[in-house]
C-alpha cells in the first residue's frame, strides 16, 4: 500500500518561511511526478509546484520567486521550501505522486497558516 506522509506545515508570520517535505512509502514504482497542491477555504485545489523525475518544474503564477520545489528520487521525498509567505498562502497543503502507469495518490494535507 502506497503512502505520502507529510510534515513542517504550521503558523507563521507573514514574510516568514516554512519547508514542507513529502515521503513516499510502500509498493513504489517508476514515479513520473511528485508536486504540492493547496485548498484553501471556499475555494478548489490548486496546483503549487510539481517536479518530474528528470527534474522539470512547474510553478503557479502566485508563488514564482518565492517558492522552491525539489526532490530526493532515492528517498521518494519531495520538499517545498516556502518563503516570503503571505495570508492568501494560507491554505491545506496536499502532496501528489503520479505514477507512471497512471496512478495518482495523495497525501493527508498539512495546515499552513500565515498571519498578517
Known amino acids: 500500500q502506497v503512502q505520502l506522509v507529510e510534515s513542517g506545515g504550521g503558523l507563521v508570520q507573514a514574510g516568514g518561511s516554512l519547508r514542507l517535505s513529502c515521503a513516499a512509502s510502500g509498493r513504489i514504482f517508476n514515479i513520473n511526478a511528485m508536486g504540492w497542491y493547496r485548498q484553501a477555504p471556499g475555494k478548489q485545489r490548486e496546483l503549487v509546484a510539481a517536479?518530474?523525475?528528470?527534474?522539470?518544474?512547474n510553478y503557479a503564477d502566485s508563488v514564482k520567486g518565492r517558492f522552491t520545489i525539489s526532490r530526493d528520487n532515492a528517498k521518494s521525498t519531495v520538499y517545498l521550501q516556502m518563503n516570503s509567505l503571505q495570508p492568501e498562502d494560507t491554505a491545506v497543503y496536499y502532496c501528489n505522486m503520479q505514477l507512471r502507469a497512471g496512478y495518482t495518490y495523495w497525501g493527508q494535507g498539512t495546515q499552513v497558516t500565515v498571519s498578517s
Open positions: 517536479i518530474t523525475s528528470g527534474g522539470s518544474t
